[in-house]
């Protein structure tokens, strides 16, 4: 896990989903967590930087990472649109 440079989060209503990278921008690890074991799992992280869509819950989730020693970004859902893939799902979106 000390390899991770950057951490994308799709945050969803009940589960979220996770995509890690490595300076190279290389696909380190997938996953997808509730709430309790997403901040269980990243609590155990090397601090990082966490992007995330805003929205509803990305505030509450922002201020929990922060917490922790992670640097949350949050992107405005009007600049996501250049980052949208074909194949829409949830780890697609987490990318």
Excluded: W
């Excluded at 990278?21 to 992280?45: M, N, S, W």
């Excluded at 869509?53 to 992670?70: I, N």
């Amino acid at each position: 896990m000390e390899n991770i440079a950057l951490i994308g989060i799709d945050l969803g209503k009940n589960s979220f989903h996770i995509h890690c990278q490595d300076h190279r921008g290389k696909a380190v690890y997938r996953k997808k967590f509730t709430r309790p074991k997403l901040i269980e799992f990243l609590a155990t992280c090397p601090a990082t930087t966490i992007a995330m869509e805003a929205c509803g819950g990305s505030h509450f989730m922002a201020r929990k990472l922060a917490e922790l020693g992670h640097f949350p970004k949050l992107i405005s859902p009007q600049f996501v649109r250049p980052f949208v893939k074909s194949n829409k799902n949830d780890f697609v979106d987490a990318e």
